[in-house]
Each structure stands twice: as structure tokens, then as C-alpha cells.
């Protein structure tokens, strides 16, 4: 039977969660199932032009990340202007198409030879000549919704939200922010990725409050003004700002902005399920949050 919880609204009648929400691996599977029904960022496209290839341009990157996210190895493609996202799981026995980004016309298994187009529809097999009911749709590889946000890609294995409608909070409220000619600098995230000896949501749950900045972040708090320190909650995520000392770098916010007259130093924003989207006035980071077991999880920094 599933333990039923209320949440007061009035925060002084809070409590903090029983230990078992972060050790029950009962739990911690239960809730991992349900990651992949969620938006999961995928990549931003100027990483095709970073993924330090011979020959510089990439057209196909392997997405690691997100076999930790949503429990799929996944593939991000770019046919000419089309961008897809594939399963990197061949149809055939299940190797991996690609373990590196790569520039290629089409998709090759590295075990028995299977092919597939940059859309992910089968092409051909060696030796089948003669199989009866062969090719289908079942020799494609699956295909996953896709939705872009100013150079920024994002997938999961079957949203339950539409793209725009999951994305509305961060896109209205930062829409002043200048993103064109963004780029992620480091080749796919794989030389910035980690794992913690900690549970998933307790990561998370470290990220949503402010509390521990006096005592973890010196520097930073030294920078905000900590009592004015904002959270704000919407459907599926979370804003924080935090409010920068007197003299200290803030955003140059135009008067059409909603934050307009405050001096705001950061928008930290968290997107369900491990989605954090940090925006500072000398750039953005982008930090991702993936499951691996219970008591450990893998943290990947862009930025």
C-alpha cells in the first residue's frame, strides 16, 4: 500500500521527510520508472560543432546522460535541418550504434553490420536476402519526441506535457535574456560528469532550499543579500533568485522584464525531474541530475 502524505501550505507547520524516501530501494525504483514520462535535456546544438572530431562538424551524438534520466540509451542526429532523436539500441541484438560522436550518412551496428538512416529507419542487413517479413517497423530504430528552445534540444521517451506548455515558465520569464549565439563549450558533457555517493532527490533537495548558503557557499553569500533570498513555485518546478549585495555584478534587466528594478545576481531554475537551467549576468549552466542506484547518482555540468 502507498503511504499518503499531506503538505501543509503554511511552511511552519513543515516537516522533513522520513530517511526512507532516500534509502527504500522499493521507492527509489518506483519513482525512477515514471522518470522517462518527463522532459529530459538532450543537448544544444552547437555541441555537433564541439564534439572535437576529425574533421570538427559531428551529426551524430551519442546522449549518455540520459540512460540515467530516462533508463533509454538515446541518440541526438541532424540530417541536413532536421534533428532527430533515435534509440542508440540496435534493432537486431541490442549493441549500440554508436559509442562516440561521429559524422557519418548513416548509421552502421558495429556488430552484425545493421544500418539505419539519421531518422533511425532500418536500411539494411547483410545476409537477410529471402527473410519473409522483413524489413518492418520493428527493424526502425524507435524515434522520441523532440522539442527545441533556442538552440537547446530536449526528449524523453512519452511526455505527458506538451513541450511549450513544460517550458512556458522559463521561456516567458526569461524571454529579455539574450541565448542566440549560445554554445556549450564542452564536448557533450563528457568530460563534466560525475557520480555522488547520494541519493537523487536529496541532490535535489540540497539544490531547492537556500538555507546551507552561509555555511557551504562563502564567497556566494558574501555576493547576496540572503534574507531577500526568493523561491517561487510553479507546476513542475522551481525558481529561487538570489538578490545581489549593493555593488555587486547583477542582470541589466529591460523595464518589459517582470524582475525589472531588482538586482538580481542568479535565476536558478529546476524543471522536474533533474533539470537545473542557472542563469548568472555571465552566462548559463546547465546541470543535470540522473539516477543510478539509490544511493548514488550522476551529476553532469555544462556550462
Known sequence: MTEAHTIDADIRKAETLPARYYTDANLFEKNRDGLGAHWH?????SQF????????LANVLPLDHLEHQARQPMLLTQDGGELSVISNVCTHRGMLVASEPCQTGVLQCPYHGRTFGLDGRFRSMPQF???EGFPSARDDLQRFPTGTWNGFVFTGLAPGLD???WLAPVAERMSWWPLDGMAIAHSGGRDRQWAIQANWALYVDNY????????????????LEHDRYQTELFEGGVLQMGIAREGE???DLPEGSADHGQRIAAFYWWLFPGLMLNFYPWGLSVNLVGPETGAST??????
Open 41 to 45: 535535456f538532450a543537448a544544444h546544438e
Open 49 to 56: 560543432a564541439t564534439a572535437g572530431i576529425e574533421g570538427g
Open 129 to 131: 536476402d529471402g527473410v
Open 163 to 165: 513541450f511549450n506548455e
Open 208 to 223: 531547492l532550499e537556500g538555507f546551507h548558503i552561509p555555511f557551504v557557499h562563502g564567497e556566494l553569500n558574501a555576493t
Open 249 to 251: 555584478p547583477c542582470f
Open 298 to 303: 550522476r551529476f553532469v555540468y555544462h556550462g
